[in-house]
């Protein structure tokens, strides 16, 4: 079982920046797909970043991101401490959201939410224009 516990949400102006934190709980962090989703009233939960394990070497990772936040928003790792962050640069009011922090056991790639096996229990961002 793996718990996952958010933080770093907050209200923010346009064009400003947040970092959203996750902490897991396990021992097989490492190995895990950590990706970070958003949910807007209304809308379904979607898909923002996620990394997973290369395979090419201790620490090194591969990143993918939704094109939406491409070259705003960055997504790292901290496998020391079981952490993922999700960088937030330059946000629009469009990215106000619930944002979740998602776990998958496998090492493949997925942007489907249905796909992670673990979620936190997510942190509002709310970005004013």
């Known amino acids: 079982q793996v718990q996952l516990v958010e933080a770093g949400g907050g209200l923010v102006q346009a064009g400003g920046s947040l970092r959203l934190s996750c902490v897991a709980s396990?021992?097989?962090?490492?190995?895990?797909?950590m990706g970070w989703f958003r949910q807007a009233p209304g809308k379904e939960r979607e898909f923002v970043a996620n990394?997973?394990?290369?395979?090419?070497?201790?620490?090194?990772?591969?990143?993918d991101y939704a094109d939406f936040v491409k070259g705003r928003f960055t997504i790292s790792r901290d496998d020391a401490k079981n952490t993922v962050y999700l960088q937030m640069n330059s946000l629009k009011p469009e990215d106000t959201a619930v944002y979740y922090c998602?776990?998958?056991?496998?090492?493949?790639?997925?942007?489907?939410?249905?796909?992670?096996?673990?979620w936190g229990q997510g942190t509002q961002v709310t970005v004013s224009s």
């Open positions: 998602g776990a998958r056991r496998y090492e493949s790639s997925s942007y489907q939410a249905s796909e992670y096996n673990y």
């Open positions: 396990g021992r097989t962090f490492s190995s895990y797909v």
């Open positions: 990394t997973r394990w290369s395979g090419k070497g201790i620490g090194i990772y591969y990143a």
